[in-house]
């Protein structure tokens, strides 16, 4: 059973559907479309309010001209061992400037939401026990040190002064 949650807790009647063969948006629900179909979908019509499902193949880009029609985007994470979803996230948030739903979607595990919320995912759709349990008990895994800046800014330890902190800070030379 897949729940979803936000860090104010498990959301009840969320409305947005993954279709599969065995699965399809009935009554309210809404389905997450392909990139393709979502496209496909944008160009024939002015409709506002839809969902895209981004898998890790897709080219987040192609979403640009589409992204203020957007209410929500599920970036799949298919394996944990596959990150290119991080990477979706990312773009979606610090270069494409979305700032609507950003869900992840797929292998969600307990380990990964804190690195997930930092690229900026705000909402899990989660099937794993463990990680349901976890958060249930609100009992997320820390992480003390953060290399580098992301969309959510890293927090100082209280005591440490304010704003964001980071251990080390990688800058381009157009810095």
């Known amino acids: 059973m897949t729940k979803i949650w936000r860090e104010t807790g498990f959301v009840e009647g969320d409305p947005w559907v993954v279709e599969t063969e065995e699965r399809k948006a009935e009554g309210d629900e809404k389905p997450l479309l392909t990139l393709d179909a979502l496209i496909e979908k944008a160009d024939a019509s002015n409709d506002v309010g839809l969902g895209v499902l981004v898998k890790p193949g897709d080219d987040v880009r192609r979403l640009e001209p589409y992204l203020y029609r957007l209410e929500i985007v599920a970036v ?7 990150g290119r979803a991080f990477s979706h996230a990312t773009l979606l948030r610090e270069r494409l400037a979305y700032k609507n739903e950003l869900r992840a ?8 939401v804190p690195l997930m919320l930092r690229t900026g995912i705000d909402s ?4 794993n026990a ?10 997320l895994p820390g992480i003390a040190e953060h290399y580098q800046p992301a969309a959510r800014p890293a927090e100082r330890p209280q005591g440490e002064g304010e704003g964001a902190a980071y251990a080390w800070r990688r800058r381009s030379a157009a810095s």
Do not use: M, N
């Open 105 to 112: 979607v797929g292998d969600v595990l307990i380990d990964q």
């Open 124 to 127: 899990f759709a989660v099937t």
């Open 76 to 82: 799949d994470f298919p394996a944990f061992s596959d």
């Open 130 to 139: 463990t990680a349901l349990k976890r958060l249930a008990e609100r009992r």
